[in-house]
């Protein structure tokens, strides 16, 4: 088991809480459980009760449902940084969707209770939950937008080129390591590994990309970009 972090100085490097006071901290704190899940664990299933909100310090997250065909459709994929469960802790409503760890993964997990005593306090905090909110919200919309409007090869496209826009390179020839299998890149993007699958080797045909397992190697960017245009 790896030692235990100070729980204030984590609390402090995150966008929702680096701006709060010491004494902040430490109430945000005491309301704090620190969690460490090993790859492959279930950390709640459809169904089970909010006691709160998590937030991911390292590892990976995959938040998904089982389609009535029996299919697993996944929502989001939570890397370091990033928070879950915001918005049916506010709405005291169970959980809709199961999560599941993709790496050894440790959790933050900030009580419901701890929350709402806090925006009682300090409306500040209120804003920056909201707006945190708003942000998955818009992502969220950009994804329906996407399945409605773009074809899985349009999507395909976008979704490397987001994954290469992270590792910041502009132009000419880059590789990149998809963060998680084809499958759950697959789900994500409303595709069967199958379509997935396909639309790699099209755009391999083309000269475009090559793939080697996991890494995808760009021929080059602007040329990608060019074909998604």
Known sequence: MPPKIKTQAVLATLPLFKELAPEELDR???GT???HVPRGEVLFNTGDTVSGFHLVIYGQ????FVTPGGQE?????????SSFGEALMFMEKPYIVMAQTLADTMLLHISKDTVFEEI???PGFARKMLAGLSRRLHSLISDVESYSLQSGTQRVIGYLLRQDDAMGA????T?????VSKAIVASRLNLTPEHFSRILHELQAQGLIRVDGRDVHIVDIGKLREHNG
């Open 61 to 64: 997250v995959k938040l998904s």
């Open 33 to 35: 459980s620190e969690i």
């Open 120 to 122: 009682d306090r300090e």
């Open 28 to 30: 945000i704190a005491a």
């Open 170 to 173: 502009d132009s000419g020839p």
């Open 175 to 179: 590789t990149l390591t998809l963060p």
């Open 73 to 81: 459709k996944v929502v989001e994929i939570i890397g370091p940084g």
